[in-house]
């Protein structure tokens, strides 16, 4: 069974960078695509950015394409996701997520969550 635990989130201010992690473990991390969604108060979860399973791919939601920055490091079998120039409207508890390795659209179809991160960014 795997299990991804999200760390690094936290306060900060708009304009501000963080990086939060998710850490995998129970199955070969190089197997499965990795993924990144949130969730704002009073709306649904969104995409915010993917990487395959061999880090070659990315694919990153329109609103932070620019700012963040996924990235993999199978041999930790961990995956970042570095956000810089924080806006307040990027508020939101961040999920990881996993599935395993696809042709699929990066954005679909994840199996494999974890219990989240909140990440504040002030005004």
């Known amino acids: 069974q795997v299990q991804l635990v999200e760390s690094g989130g936290g306060l900060v201010q708009a304009g501000g960078s963080l990086r939060v992690s998710c850490a995998v473990s129970?199955?070969?991390?190089?197997?499965?695509?990795m993924a990144w969604f949130r969730q704002a108060p009073g709306k649904e979860r969104e995409f915010v950015a993917a990487?395959?399973?061999?880090?070659?791919?990315?694919y990153y939601s329109d609103s932070v394409k620019g700012r963040f920055t996924i990235s993999r490091d199978n041999a930790k079998s961990t995956v970042y996701l570095q956000m810089n120039s924080l806006k307040p409207e990027d508020t939101a508890v961040y999920y990881c997520?996993?599935?395993?390795?696809?042709?699929?659209?990066?954005?679909?179809?994840?199996?494999?969550w974890g219990q989240g991160t909140q990440v504040t960014v002030s005004s």
């Open positions: 129970g199955s070969t991390f190089s197997s499965y695509d």
């Open positions: 997520a996993a599935r395993p390795r696809s042709s699929r659209l990066l954005e679909d179809k994840y199996a494999y």
């Open positions: 990487v395959n399973w061999y880090g070659t791919r990315t």
